[in-house]
Nanobody, 125 residues
Framework: QVQLVESGGGLVQAGGSLRLSCQAS????????MGWFRQTPGKERDFVAT????????FYADSVKGRFTISRDNAENTVWLQMNGLKPEDTAIYYC??????????????????WGRGTQVTVSS
């Protein structure tokens, strides 16, 4: 079983950048595809980005493509989400998740096995 802890959220002006981190423990993340999701109050949790076990393949939601970059370092047991060109509509709680499917193609919440508690990102206009 893997435990995930997100950090790096905060308040930023539109156009700014943040880098979210997801530190894993309890197991090596090389056994997992990893993903980032986000959620706003009253709405479903939405897919943001996912990366396969080696970091060689990654996929993004259309809304963040070209602005966000997911990466990982299995030796550090860490996954990152670099967010550039932030917009007010990016405001949400961001969650890190681990998926036993190595491929890193899972975009559905139900396909992920482990979740962090989230970190708040607020983008002001």
């Amino acid at each position: 079983q893997v435990q995930l802890v997100e950090s790096g959220g905060g308040l930023v002006q539109a156009g700014g950048s943040l880098r979210l981190s997801c530190q894993a423990s309890g197991d090596t993340i090389s056994n997992y595809g990893m993903g980032w999701f986000r959620q706003t109050p009253g709405k479903e949790r939405d897919f943001v980005a996912t990366i396969n076990w080696s970091g060689g393949a990654h996929f993004y939601a259309d809304s963040v493509k070209g602005r966000f970059t997911i990466s990982r370092d299995n030796a550090e047991n860490t996954v990152w989400l670099q967010m550039n060109g932030l917009k007010p509509e990016d405001t949400a709680i961001y969650y890190c998740a681990a998926n036993k499917d190595y491929s890193g193609t899972a975009k559905q919440v139900g396909r992920y096995d482990y979740w962090g508690r989230g970190t708040q990102v607020t983008v002001s206009s």
